[in-house]
């Protein structure tokens, strides 16, 4: 059950004991006059990791925005490039930031095969977080072979202030880098077989720095798609944030700012998993 229907249900049931605990204390908050929502990613938002290695992912908050005490956290991810590895006891995957702030939690946690859900209610009275820590820490295992793979939020995931939603204002993927893979070939993975995207290699390619894309995508469907540059060692180096598109094809002009001279990989991605990539050269 997740946090808003265990919230109906118990006030219309006021059933069990320690959920009702949980509601009472929710109810206690008032709601922050802060509009900035919460920031959601990871430690980094690039991991690199070697094939076979087994490796912590923490959610995190990224910066300090609205409060909140309890939260949902859908977490969705390649099976065929990174396997979900348990940590006992349980309690060990609960993040500092909420732990700091209140030990008592209503604790909930289940892992499918390409999926995880998480629930965590703060149960101490007027006890609220809104900073930059620590959510919650999972493992992973890398796969055996070389390759880009990607963490993705799902659309399950809510913050709460008091049984009352709080925004969500970002939510930053993590990629995960394996081994040494093929620059611009092996580009991250798609979960779950979304649709195709097809992407036109980037104009002018190459490129003097500081000159603007020619970014030119094709959509099987209306989607929100964001554009972002990966440079030889994975990590994001620009972002352009997520914009709604209509489906079929579309062509606009990015820029990603003065990267160094070298060699990237532009991605373009979309809100329902789908995504493609293309090599890019920036000259002196």
Known sequence: MRIGPMIRSLRAAHRGAALSLALSLLATTPIGARAAGVHLGGQADTLVVAPGATFTVELRTLQPGDAFNAFDIGLLYDSRMVAF???SPLSTQRGALMVSACAA???RFSAQPESLAITLVMLCSDATV?????LYKVRFTAGATAGWTRLRFGRNTQFFMGGTYVPLAR??????????PVLGVDAPGTPGGAARVALAPPEPNPARAGQPLNVAFTLPGPDDVAL????????RVAERVSERFAGGAHRLAWAPGRVPPGRYVLRVRSAQ???AARGWVVLR
């Open 273 to 275: 998993g789908a995504g």
């Open 171 to 180: 939510a930053r993927e993590i990629v995960v880098k394996i081994g040494s």
């Open 130 to 134: 809104s900073g930059a820590d620590a």
């Open 85 to 87: 590895t348990p940590t």
């Open 228 to 235: 972002e540059l990966m440079d030889a060692q994975g990590r």
């Open 105 to 107: 939690t209503f604790h």
